[in-house]
């Protein structure tokens, strides 16, 4: 379809869409009131994990930062909303183009209405689905901050936040989750996003981390923490909307709803236990970074795996994901010298693949026959596919992450300079501090 038909199209339609809603009034049988009921909720549990990120990454820089910090999430909300109305849904789950995106038949949520969608929403309206996935496109961009903080310009990150959510996001879940996509079709199982949100996000921190280079001291100074009760309070709200995150994979209100909560909570709760029992190990310390770390790890790991494994597997899930993060985060990151700020590689990117890898291995059809057993069960073709969407959400990430901070680069400014780190963002780029002097 050309643009020039297409555009002006759909933004008479999207005056419309009061009118278009309510005309959808026919479709009403097929929807499901619990279900409608419980996608809202869960959509809105999602929602709250951003501001919760903002507040769990502003408590781990230090003071200067922490404005520039919590606006590093908080803008996503924003950015991606707007980019996905205009575009971005459609080219995640508009009609296929090729198996690696959605062509813009869907733009301006042209034809997402109050009807149901039977391949998306077959119980929900189709623009409940598009909010829930909403919801997650505006997460991702928001933890791929955690590599890059306290040392990048704000306006450039923006920029880049709207251009990783179009060349990074939105073919990576087309190609996971869309109709057509090629890794769904080969029949990769990914439930809730752990290569489409945390291996996207957390490769690109790295290679952005790597890009724009460590913060000044880095290596010689002590860049502790300013604020824990800000990390604990980002990290609670974190945890609680994640149960949002992954039994909304479920799109409705089943028994595969409950059994993703409870593999949530059992693969959370046990990584979180097991990350300070290393901290006591190692460092001697039960320390509540390492509480709340923990959490996130567990919560990364289970969260492709969450519809797919019993609860003794996503007990499992929980024991081996922390440890394999907790020695990426105290010995690969020193050794190797990239400064990934907040350890977003080292729990969403390592996290994401252990919990892929880990989702082809343990999946069962005994819990979700829409599933696939994996190689436990006695398919051990099922890595397969789970390697490709590994390697293609790495290679995705990696190449398109360059391309946009090289670019960037070229006619703005990306990284901080010396003096204006030195200074703070939150005085060079908001003229704000989170702490004033009484």
């Keep these: 379809m050309k643009l020039s038909i297409l555009f002006p199209g759909t933004l008479a339609w999207a005056l419309a869409l009061p009118a278009a809603a309510l005309a959808a009034d026919d479709t009403a049988q097929e929807l499901s009131a619990g279900d409608i009921s419980y996608m809202c909720v869960a959509t809105l549990l999602v929602l709250i994990m951003t501001p919760a990120l903002g507040f769990f990454y502003g408590?781990?820089?230090?003071?200067?930062?922490?404005?520039?910090?919590?606006?590093?999430?908080?803008?996503?909300?924003?950015?991606?909303?707007?980019?996905?109305?205009?575009?971005?849904?459609?080219?995640?789950?508009?009609?296929?183009?090729?198996?690696?995106?959605?062509?813009?038949?869907?733009?301006?949520?042209?034809?997402?209405?109050?009807?149901?969608?039977?391949?998306?929403?077959?119980?929900?309206?189709?623009?409940?689905?598009a909010m829930f996935q909403l919801a997650f496109a505006i997460l991702t961009p928001a933890i791929v901050s955690g590599g890059i903080v306290e040392r990048t310009r704000f306006p450039a990150y923006c920029l880049f936040v709207v251009l990783w959510g179009t060349l990074v996001y939105d073919p990576m879940a087309h190609m996971v989750w869309g109709l057509g996509g090629f890794i769904r079709d080969m029949g990769a199982l990914d439930f809730a996003g752990g290569t489409v949100i945390h291996i996207t996000s957390g490769f690109s921190a790295l290679t952005a981390a790597v890009l724009i280079g460590a913060r000044?001291?880095?290596?010689?100074?002590?860049?502790?923490?300013?604020?824990?009760?800000?990390?604990?309070?980002?990290?609670?709200?974190?945890?609680?909307?994640?149960?949002?995150?992954?039994?909304?994979?479920?799109?409705?209100?089943?028994?595969?709803?409950?059994?993703?909560?409870?593999?949530?909570?059992?693969?959370?709760?046990?990584?979180?236990?097991?990350?300070?029992?290393?901290?006591?190990?190692?460092?001697?310390?039960?320390?509540?970074?390492?509480?709340?770390?923990?959490?996130?790890?567990?919560?990364?790991?289970?969260?492709?795996?969450?519809?797919?494994?019993?609860?003794?597997?996503?007990?499992?899930?929980?024991?081996?994901?922390?440890?394999?993060?907790?020695?990426?985060?105290?010995?690969?990151?020193?050794?190797?010298?990239?400064?990934?700020?907040?350890?977003?590689?080292?729990?969403?990117?390592?996290?994401?693949?252990?919990?892929a890898l880990m989702t082809g291995v343990l999946a069962t059809k005994s819990v979700n026959d829409a599933g696939a057993d994996g190689w436990l069960y006695g398919n051990a073709a099922q890595m397969i596919p789970q390697l490709t969407g590994i390697v293609t959400g790495i290679v995705l990430a990696v190449v398109m992450t360059a391309v946009i901070i090289k670019g960037l680069g070229l006619f703005m400014q990306v990284r901080a300079t010396d003096a204006e780190e030195a200074q703070g963002l939150d005085l060079i780029d908001h003229g704000e501090r989170a702490y004033n002097k009484m």
């Excluded at 919590?70 to 575009?87: E, G, H, K, N, R």
């Excluded at 609680?240 to 909570?265: D, I, M, Q």
Aim: net charge neutral; with cysteine.
């Design 59 to 129: 408590g781990l820089v230090r003071r200067k930062n922490t404005i520039n910090t919590i606006m590093m999430s908080m803008v996503c909300l924003a950015l991606i909303t707007v980019q996905w109305f205009l575009f971005g849904y459609s080219l995640s789950f508009g009609p296929d183009a090729g198996g690696i995106i959605g062509n813009l038949d869907w733009a301006f949520f042209n034809g997402v209405g109050l009807e149901a969608f039977k391949d998306y929403s077959p119980t929900i309206p189709h623009v409940l689905f």
């Design 216 to 355: 000044k001291g880095y290596g010689s100074l002590t860049l502790r923490p300013h604020n824990m009760p800000y990390v604990c309070l980002g990290g609670s709200f974190l945890w609680l909307g994640w149960f949002g995150f992954n039994s909304g994979a479920a799109v409705g209100a089943t028994a595969l709803t409950a059994l993703a909560l409870a593999n949530t909570g059992i693969a959370s709760c046990t990584a979180g236990l097991v990350w300070i029992l290393l901290d006591r190990m190692v460092h001697g310390k039960m320390t509540t970074l390492g509480l709340m770390t923990g959490f996130v790890a567990g919560l990364v790991g289970i969260t492709p795996a969450a519809g797919f494994v019993t609860v003794g597997s996503a007990f499992l899930i929980g024991i081996t994901t922390p440890v394999i993060c907790f020695f990426f985060v105290s010995y690969v990151k020193g050794r190797l010298g990239y400064d990934d700020s907040l350890d977003a590689f080292g729990c969403h990117g390592v996290g994401g693949v252990w919990g």
